[in-house]
């Protein structure tokens, strides 16, 4: 993994329906390796890449998102404070955070009361986010206005940086990991023509892959993610989900899908056979662009690969390299092996019919 | 045109697309009387087809060989009610149809669209009889509130049955500062401003006529939108999806409102396109219409969040007119704000074939192979 291409990325702002710093970012570095490369009508990034054995005679796709979680100044009151939307968070996760708001990145506050100004009422309980607000030090409506705010987004403030023991820290882990594993992908060349879709939208509710599928229409998809990692203190057995340092988790169900059962036992038995750290998920929970996928255009078989990541959907998300790494080391290794996982996606067939 | 000439049209043409029930499931059954209804008010669309679901589209040939495709979206569909239980004594039991406000319905008067339409009332004990009539926990569900027809039982069997729909009384009125009252303004006066648009580019000798142009009049928006997903097939290049919103009120927040007699206004999401929200702005301002903006960041709560992102992503852009007293049985909007919606979309269509010639440019930095697409 080339984690200065990584730190790039989270560093970039691209909320929900803002994609476009970091989709353009994406597009420098990718378009002297692909064959093709067109946004959508949606905004989606679909590249094409062709292999060196040409095509394996099934459409392949490997998808990832460019949005991350954030806030939309919806208003600007009269004495210059911004009220926002948020996109994908608890109010606990975001309450006293710093932020940079817009293209400008203007610093702000996701202010909150002093502790010892809160009544009886308001103690022990998260803020009432209604009456959270962004505090740049606009003094005025008119002030606030002239920066071009309203209607624009808002990131947290947090600068990727190593953390811990071989540990990385950042915002937008979620899923700048994937795309950052899409554009070693690319960047290493495949074995057989494939399909890279950087989605929007998929914090809003797995909205981009969706005309992605349609467009596509994949045999086989592999969608890269991040997903939660409740290893922390106090947490045991299945309740962590998973845990940082054991490997790329590979779902067999989550909250959006069901992954393609055959397809996942490959997965997990070529990673025991090549010595990959890999795990899977013990919960059923979160959601994917995998849902669009395994639901869209009659439904595609979908293979899972996420990063265990801690404090998902926070200015502070945590990740472990070796994971990541062993996320991108399986992900060139089913690349190369496309023509397996197609002629097992099609004994599925077969024995259905 | 004058705004005192596009009043009268818009008390003219709500008053005939309002009269129409459609209350959510029951547009097909309205789909010929619509057809003849926009027939009768304007010759602009020379194409009409009925969809699958309800929907019912008018189309506008410019003539020019595949010419873009502008869209413009007013769901046509209203909130209501639906009988589930004829009962003893000439009472029926209903069902919501969208979201209604069941505070509001005690000793509301209905009409229910029986083999003939047949006026209801729903129940209310007298205050004297109340337990607790300011308890809101004791507020029963709809479902629990039987509605009166007075008629004999045989009488209700004969004429009502489960499954027919029912909705509040057409009784519009205009108010002081042209404010104009009535049912289903939601989103009956949108389809009227978008009726009056045609009308417009009409009459209008300067316009171009350099794109085709669809009005949807969509079905089921207000119990799914699966109408609106369905216009994701028609790959239109752009569309206006137009509905109304909250006009700014006591209690009603300034960032969810807009006020009356402002414009109408275009709401910012992160589930439509802001570019070509940035279209339809600039369009409005450039000819000094009154346009407001506002921000829906999650959802928009129309058809747009269903077309954007339905089958190959439709741009939208989300024009709406502000609205009093919403999904209630006298909604009330502001007919200056009308007037601005539908001069908004003549700017849309006159700027159309550039503005989406724009959104399209930055689109392809290396093709992508066209047979594997």
């Known amino acids: ?107 702000g506050i996701i202010a909150v009361k002093p502790v010892h100004l809160l009544g009886s009422d308001e103690r022990g309980k998260d803020p009432d986010e209604e009456k959270l607000f962004i505090d740049i030090g606009a003094k005025s409506r008119n002030e606030a206005e ?80 991040c997903t939660t990692a409740s290893d922390i203190y106090g947490v045991k057995g299945a309740k962590k989900v998973c845990t940082l340092g054991d490997g790329v988790a590979v779902p067999f169900m989550d909250n959006s899908a069901v992954y393609a059962p055959s397809l996942y036992r490959y997965v997990r038995g070529l990673a025991d056979e090549l010595s990959i750290p890999c795990q899977t998920k013990t919960a059923v929970a979160g959601g994917t662009d995998a849902g669009a996928y395994t639901k869209i255009a009659g439904g595609r078989a979908t293979i899972g690969l996420a990063v265990p990541t801690r404090y998902i959907h926070s200015a502070y998300c945590v990740a472990q390299k070796s994971d990541i790494d062993a996320c991108e080391e399986l992900l060139f290794e089913l690349s190369d092996r496309m023509d397996v996982l197609c002629s097992i996606n099609e004994r599925r067939y077969t024995h259905d019919r | 045109m004058t705004f005192s000439q596009a009043k009268k049209l818009i008390k003219k043409i709500y008053a005939e697309l309002a009269s129409i029930p459609a209350v959510s499931g029951d547009e097909e059954l309205c789909a010929e009387k619509v057809k003849h209804t926009v027939e009768s008010l304007t010759d602009f669309f020379t194409e009409f087809s009925a969809l699958p679901a309800g929907g019912m589209l008018f189309t506008h040939r410019c003539g020019i060989e595949n010419a873009k495709k502008l869209l413009i979206d007013a769901h046509f569909d209203t909130v209501g009610f639906a009988v589930t239980e004829l009962l003893d004594g000439g009472f029926v039991r209903v069902s919501p149809v969208g979201g209604v406000d069941r505070r509001l319905l005690f000793a509301s008067e209905i009409e229910i669209y029986g083999k003939k339409t047949v006026k209801g009332v729903f129940v209310s004990n007298p205050p004297h009889l109340s337990k607790n ?241």
């Open chain 1, 1 to 107: 993994m080339d984690y200065r291409v990584l730190q790039k990325l989270c560093n970039a702002p691209g909320v929900s329906g803002y994609e476009a710093p970091v989709a353009g970012i994406i597009a420098d570095l990718i378009s002297d390796y692909c064959d093709g490369l067109e946004y959508d009508r949606a905004g989606n990034l679909i590249a094409f890449k062709r292999g060196s054995h040409g095509s394996c005679g099934k459409r392949i796709l490997c998808s990832c998102h460019m949005d991350e979680v954030g806030f939309v100044i919806n208003h600007i009151d009269e004495c210059g404070r911004l009220l926002f939307e948020e996109i994908g968070m608890m109010t606990r996760a975001y309450v006293g955070k710093r932020v940079l708001v817009g293209e400008k990145r203007i610093p």
């Open chain 1, 146 to 225: 002239k920066l071009g705010v309203f209607a624009n987004y808002a990131v947290f403030d947090s600068e990727y940086e190593n953390f811990g023991d071989k540990k990385i820290k950042a915002k937008a882990l979620d899923d700048r990991v994937g795309c950052a594993m899409l554009i070693s992908l690319l960047k290493r060349g495949v074995k057989y023509d494939s399909y890279f879709s950087f989605c929007v939208g998929e914090e809003l509710g797995l909205r981009g892959s969706t005309p992605v599928c349609e467009r596509i229409k994949p045999d086989i998809c592999i969608n890269l993610e």
């Open chain 2, 133 to 373: 009539s300011n308890d809101s926990d004791a507020l029963p569900q709809i479902e629990d509130i039987p509605v009166d027809t007075g008629l004999s039982d045989k009488a209700l069997r004969d004429t009502v049955s489960v499954g027919d729909t029912a909705g509040f009384v057409f009784s519009p009125c205009e108010m002081l500062n042209d404010i104009l009252c009535g049912r289903s303004m939601d989103n009956r006066i949108c389809a009227t401003a978008a009726v009056l648009s045609a009308i417009m580019l009409s009459q209008d000798e300067e316009y171009r006529d350099e794109c085709d142009i669809i009005l949807s009049l969509s079905s089921a928006e207000e119990v799914n939108g699966t109408g609106g997903a369905y216009l994701g097939k028609l790959c239109a290049d752009a569309a206006v999806v137009l509905d109304v919103n909250f006009g700014r009120d006591k209690d009603i927040p300034e960032n969810v409102s807009y006020n009356f007699g402002e414009g109408c206004g275009v709401s910012y999401s992160c589930t439509t396109s802001r570019a070509f929200s940035d279209c339809v702005v600039n369009g409005a301002r450039m000819r000094d219409i009154p346009i407001c903006t506002l921000v829906e960041a999650k959802h928009t709560g129309t058809n747009a969040h269903h077309l954007a992102n339905a089958h190959l992503a439709t741009p939208c852009a989300v024009l709406s007119i502000p609205e009093k007293y919403m999904h209630q049985a006298h909604e009330t909007v502001d007919m200056k704000d009308v007037y601005s919606c539908a001069r908004t979309l003549c700017a849309v269509a006159y700027d159309f074939p550039d503005s989406v010639s724009e959104l399209e440019k930055c689109r392809v930095i290396k093709k992508l192979p066209a047979r594997e697409v």
